[in-house]
């Protein structure tokens, strides 16, 4: 999927088709904020305004690098997790072991289908933490740059836990349920958390001096 197109991919998206989905968009969206705080670090490094900090401004680099491959790779992972699902559902449900099979069936299919975008949701936030860095000691003249790939970030994480919570929702494990859905509150929490601050840090910049 992620050699795709953006055209093919977009047609894709908006078809009356099942994949890719909101947790294929939710990790391009969180991909494209990575790639612009690489954008940022490859227009510090090797300025000599910038020398002091070029060591970590290439380290966050190479981070946010992989962070963007991991989350191309979920693109597809996420449609692979759906499947099994959707084909859970069709399962035939007349008798009473067809019933308990079909039940146990969609249970697991519905936790392998949270994973995928609880996983999204990691490298997101770990994306929001490197853009909030870059945005503190990368070249200026980009940190509009860097409050969009935050911006980007902070929406893909809450769309992707949009993802878990809809699946979570049908669970009949509690425990399994309450399991997933504190551990996407928290990764939510925190990068709302660190992607508002920046956000609104960056936005008060450029309107401070004009007031």
């Given at each position: 999927?992620?050699?795709?197109?953006?055209?093919?991919?977009?047609?894709?998206?908006?078809?009356?088709?099942?994949?890719?989905?909101?947790?294929?968009?939710?990790?391009?969206?969180?991909?494209?904020?990575?790639?612009?705080?690489?954008?940022?670090?490859?227009?510090?490094?090797?300025?000599?305004?910038?020398?002091?900090?070029?060591?970590?401004?290439?380290?966050?680099?190479?981070?946010?690098?992989?962070?963007?491959?991991?989350?191309?790779?979920?693109?597809?992972?996420?449609?692979?997790?759906?499947?099994?699902?959707?084909?859970a559902y069709k399962l035939p449900k007349e008798t009473p072991a067809e019933i308990d099979y079909k039940e146990n069936?969609?249970?697991?299919?519905?936790?392998?289908?949270?994973?995928?975008?609880?996983?999204?949701?990691?490298?997101?936030?770990?994306?929001?933490?490197?853009?909030?860095?870059?945005?503190?000691?990368?070249?200026?003249?980009?940190?509009?740059?860097?409050g969009t790939g935050i911006v980007f970030c902070k929406a893909a994480l809450e769309g992707a836990s949009l993802s878990?919570?809809?699946?979570?929702?049908?669970?009949?494990?509690?425990?399994?349920?309450?399991?997933?859905?504190?551990?996407?509150?928290?990764?939510?929490?925190?990068?709302?958390?660190?992607?508002?601050?920046?956000?609104?840090?960056?936005?008060?910049?450029?309107?401070?001096?004009?007031?």
């Open positions: 999927m992620k050699e795709q197109t953006i055209e093919h991919f977009l047609t894709d998206l908006s078809a009356k088709k099942s994949t890719p989905g909101a947790g294929g968009a939710a990790a391009l969206v969180a991909a494209l904020g990575s790639s612009l705080g690489s954008m940022v670090g490859n227009f510090t490094i090797g300025k000599k305004k910038y020398q002091a900090v070029q060591s970590e401004v290439e380290k966050i680099v190479e981070e946010l690098e992989q962070i963007k491959l991991e989350l191309e790779e979920l693109i597809q992972k996420d449609a692979e997790a759906f499947y099994p699902l959707a084909q069936v969609i249970e697991e299919a519905l936790v392998g289908a949270s994973v995928v975008p609880i996983e999204i949701m990691g490298h997101t936030l770990r994306a929001i933490e490197l853009l909030e860095q870059m945005s503190k000691i990368g070249n200026t003249m980009l940190i509009a740059d860097a878990v919570y809809i699946n979570t929702a049908s669970m009949k494990n509690n425990h399994k349920k309450e399991s997933l859905n504190q551990e996407a509150d928290q990764l939510l929490e925190k990068g709302t958390t660190i992607a508002t601050n920046v956000y609104q840090k960056i936005s008060r910049s450029y309107k401070l001096p004009n007031q």
